[in-house]
C-alpha cells in the first residue's frame, strides 16, 4: 500500500511537469505562431508611453529572447529553489517556492494564492456539503419513490439544475436575495472564518447555494440511479429477510452499495473547485483563486496563469488519488491484501 | 376456472399445522396484464419435517416463499388466501408484525450466496446484523454467537474467517454462511430457495446434509424450494409439485417417487439424469415450455404438453381439475381416473425410468 501511494505520488509529480510545460508552451509558441516578436510581447507589460528602448529592456527584463528551455528551466528553477527577480528599479530576493512575479502587478504570485486560497476552500468545502447532502437525499427518496409526483418533481428540478449556468442561477440569486430582499450582501465581501463563523457562513451562503444547485442535480440524478440499481440487488433482500427496518435496509445496505460512483466523482469534483470556480468567483466577485486565474488569462499574465494551472492540477492529482485510496476503503474487493 | 375451485368450505387437507398455507393466490398486476403467479395454493407442513416444492421456472415456487415471508413489496402484490405460521396469519397482519417475525420465526437461504450477501460487509457482520435485530445483545455477545453459529456451519477457524469478506469464501463456504445467518436466531421454519443451485455438484451434497443434520438441532420445518428432483428426494417428507401457480401433486416423498400419478411429474421424474442408467439412454424431456402465467391455458394448464390429453376426452381443456385425494393423502389434479393413472404408471412411464 505504501509503496503504491509513493509510486501514484511519484506519476503524479511527472503529471505536473508535464503541465506546467504545456501551459508554458501555449504561452511561449501561440503567439509567436502569429508572429509576435518579444518586442511586441513586452509592449502589452510597459506603459503606453514607451519608448522602443524600455520595451527592449522590459522583453529582456521578463527574459522573453531566452529560447523555450531556457525560459521554462528558469521558471521552473525559481519555483524548487528561489531565486533573484530583476523588477527593473531594484532586484528582489523570491524564496522557494516561487511562482514568479506577475507580469502586470509586479506582485508575486505564491502569496497571493496562499491569501486567496481559504476563499477558493471555503466555497468549495461549503458547496460541496451542500450539495452531496441534498443531492443524495433527493437520489435516495427519488429512487424509493420510483414514478410518484415527488420523483418527478425531483428529476424535472435535476434536470433544470444541470441545465441552468451558474452566470444565470447567480445573477437571478443575486437579483432577488442581495437586491430585491436583502438577505444577503451582493457579493464581493468575504470574512474569513477564524475571525467570525457566522459572517464568513452568512457572506457565502448565496454563491454556496447556487454553485450546490448544479452539482447537487447530477448527484441526485446519481444517487437515484445507483439506489434504483442496489435495492434490487439480492443482498437487499437478504437484509429484508433478516427482519430489517426498512430505513436500515435503505441506508445501511441500499446506500451503502450505491456510493462507490459517487464518492468517486466527488473527489473529480472537489478536487476540481478547489483549483477555482472561476464563474462562481467572477459572478460574486470572490477574489478566490478561479478569478485570479481569470485575471491572468485576461490580461495575458503568464506567471499567474502559471501558478493557478500548477496548483489547480495539483489538487486535481491529489483529489485522484484519494478517490482511489477511497475505493478500498469503500470496496473491500479492491483491497489487495 | 369452475365455481368449486374456491369454496372454502372444503378446503384441501394439509400435511401439517406449523405452517398453514391455505387457498394462497398472488397476483401481479402489470401493464401486460395480471400475472397470476400464485393461484389457489395449499399446504402444510409440522415442525421437525421438510416439505420439497418443485417445479420449472417459473411455476410459482419462490413466488411463494416470498409470500411467506413477507416480502414482496407492497403495492406490487395482491395477495389473498391465508398464511397461518403457528396460528398468525402473515396475509393480514401489519407490516411491521411480520419483520418482526421475519429472521426469527421464519428464515430464508437464497440460490446465489456470493449475491445474496452484502460485498461491502464481513461475513461476521452480517450474521452479528441478524442476531442483533431480534436480540437485544452487546456486539461483542453476539461476535461470539456468530462465531459459534459459523462453526456449526462447518467454517474452519471461525474465529478468524469470521472477519473475512464474502468474496474470500468459496462458493459453499458462503452458503455455509447464509445458513448460520439464517439460523442465528433460531428460526421455527426455515425456507431454502434453491440452496444448491449455484453450487459444485460435489458440495451441493455436504450443503443438502448440513441442512438435514441442522434441521434435527433446531427441530425447525424446513422447504426446501428446487426443479431438482434429486435435491427433495435427498431431504423431503412431503412434496409438492408446482405447475403455472398451481400444485398438481401433493403427497408423501414415497407416494411422489414410488407412485406418481400426475403425468407432470412423470415428465419431472423422465428429465432427471440418473447415474445408475446407462448413458446411451436418452432422458425424457417435458416437450413444449412452460406457459404465460397472464394467459393460463384454460382447463388443466399442463394440457397443452400433456401427452395424455386425449384421455380425458377434451374434459382438460375446458375444465380445471380439481385437486383431489387418490387415498392416504396423495393429492392429484388430473382428471384421468386414477387406475387409468396408475396404469400408465405401470405399464408406460415406470419401465422407461
Known amino acids: ?337 | 376456472m369452475t365455481l368449486t375451485d374456491h369454496q372454502p368450505s372444503t378446503p384441501a387437507p394439509t400435511r401439517g399445522t406449523f405452517l398453514q398455507v391455505r387457498d394462497l393466490t398472488v397476483h401481479f398486476p402489470t401493464d401486460d396484464g395480471v400475472v397470476k403467479s400464485v393461484d389457489g395454493l395449499t399446504f402444510g407442513i409440522d415442525r421437525g419435517k421438510t416439505l420439497g416444492i418443485v417445479g420449472e421456472s417459473g411455476s410459482g415456487k419462490s413466488v411463494t416463499s416470498m409470500s411467506v415471508m413477507g416480502l414482496h413489496k407492497r403495492g406490487t402484490a395482491t395477495i389473498s388466501g391465508q398464511i397461518l405460521l403457528d396460528g398468525t396469519d402473515l396475509v393480514t397482519a401489519s407490516p411491521d408484525a411480520v419483520r418482526r417475525m421475519r429472521g426469527k420465526r421464519m428464515a430464508m437461504i437464497f440460490q446465489d450466496p456470493l449475491s445474496a450477501m452484502h460485498p461491502y460487509y464481513t461475513v461476521g457482520n452480517q450474521i452479528i446484523e441478524a442476531y442483533q435485530i431480534h436480540n437485544d445483545v452487546s456486539t461483542k455477545k453476539a461476535r461470539a454467537h456468530a462465531i459459534d453459529m459459523l462453526d456449526r456451519v462447518g467454517i474452519p477457524e471461525p474465529n478468524r474467517r469470521v472477519d473475512a469478506y464474502p468474496h474470500q469464501y468459496s462458493g459453499g463456504m458462503r452458503q455455509r454462511a447464509m445458513i448460520a445467518m439464517a439460523l442465528s436466531c433460531d428460526p421455527d421454519l426455515l425456507i431454502a430457495d434453491e440452496p444448491t443451485t449455484a453450487l459444485d455438484v460435489t458440495v451441493q451434497a455436504q450443503i443438502l446434509d448440513l441442512i438435514r443434520d441442522l434441521q434435527k438441532e433446531f427441530n425447525s420445518a424446513v422447504i426446501i424450494i428446487t426443479h431438482d428432483l434429486g435435491v427433495v428426494a435427498e431431504l423431503a417428507d412431503d412434496i409438492l409439485v408446482m405447475y403455472a401457480g398451481r400444485s398438481v401433486e401433493y403427497g408423501s416423498a414415497e407416494h411422489i417417487f414410488n407412485e406418481p400419478e400426475h403425468p407432470y411429474t412423470w415428465g419431472l421424474l423422465g428429465s432427471m439424469p440418473r447415474f445408475d442408467r446407462a448413458r446411451t439412454e436418452r432422458l425424457l424431456p417435458i416437450k413444449g415450455t412452460p406457459p404465460s402465467l397472464i394467459n393460463v391455458p384454460s382447463g388443466c394448464p399442463f394440457h397443452p404438453r400433456c401427452r395424455f390429453e386425449e384421455n380425458t376426452h377434451g374434459l382438460a381443456r375446458e375444465q380445471r381439475p380439481e385437486l383431489r385425494d387418490t387415498g392416504d393423502g396423495h393429492l392429484v389434479a388430473c382428471h384421468m381416473s386414477p387406475e387409468q393413472r396408475r396404469q400408465i404408471w405401470r405399464d408406460e412411464i415406470q419401465p422407461l425410468l
Open chain 1, 1 to 337: 500500500m505504501f509503496a503504491y501511494i509513493i509510486r501514484r505520488l511519484i506519476a503524479a509529480l511527472a503529471l505536473l511537469v508535464l503541465i506546467s510545460i504545456i501551459t508554458f508552451s501555449i504561452f511561449y509558441l501561440v503567439p509567436r505562431w502569429a508572429g509576435a516578436t518579444p518586442e511586441t510581447l513586452a509592449t502589452r507589460y510597459v506603459g503606453r508611453t514607451a519608448t522602443a528602448d524600455t520595451v527592449k529592456l522590459t522583453a529582456e527584463r521578463l527574459g522573453f529572447y531566452d529560447p523555450f528551455f531556457v525560459q521554462y528551466g528558469h521558471w521552473a528553477k525559481t519555483l524548487v529553489l528561489g531565486g533573484q527577480f530583476d523588477m527593473g528599479a531594484q532586484k528582489v530576493e523570491c524564496p522557494a517556492p516561487c511562482l514568479g512575479y506577475s507580469f502586470i502587478t509586479r506582485q508575486a504570485v505564491w502569496p497571493e494564492l496562499v491569501d486567496r486560497a481559504p476563499v477558493t476552500f471555503s466555497l468549495a468545502i461549503g458547496a460541496a456539503v451542500i450539495w452531496v447532502v441534498s443531492g443524495v437525499a433527493i437520489g435516495v427518496l427519488s429512487a424509493l419513490r420510483r414514478g410518484s409526483i415527488f420523483d418527478r418533481a425531483a428529476m424535472t428540478f435535476a434536470l433544470a439544475g444541470v441545465s441552468m449556468p451558474i452566470f444565470w442561477t447567480g445573477q437571478v440569486g443575486l437579483a432577488f436575495f442581495a437586491y430585491k430582499w436583502r438577505i444577503f450582501v451582493p457579493g464581493g465581501t468575504y470574512t474569513p472564518f477564524f475571525e467570525n463563523p457566522l459572517e464568513w457562513a452568512h457572506d457565502l451562503l448565496l454563491p454556496w447555494f447556487t454553485l450546490a444547485l448544479l452539482f447537487s442535480a447530477q448527484y441526485a440524478r446519481l444517487t437515484r440511479a445507483g439506489m434504483l440499481e442496489t435495492m434490487n440487488e439480492d443482498y437487499v433482500r437478504t437484509a429484508r429477510a433478516k427482519g430489517l427496518q426498512e430505513r436500515r435496509v435503505v441506508v445501511k445496505h441500499g446506500l451503502r452499495g450505491a456510493l462507490t460512483p459517487i464518492i468517486t466523482i466527488f473527489g473529480l469534483d472537489f478536487g476540481l473547485l478547489i483549483g477555482g470556480a472561476v464563474l462562481t468567483e467572477k459572478v460574486f466577485s470572490l477574489n478566490g483563486m478561479g478569478k485570479y486565474a481569470l485575471d491572468g488569462i485576461v490580461n495575458n499574465d503568464l506567471p499567474k496563469v502559471l501558478g493557478v494551472t500548477l496548483l489547480a492540477g495539483m489538487f486535481i492529482v491529489i483529489a485522484n488519488l484519494v478517490v482511489d485510496l477511497m475505493y478500498a476503503v469503500v470496496d473491500p474487493r479492491v483491497r489487495t491484501t
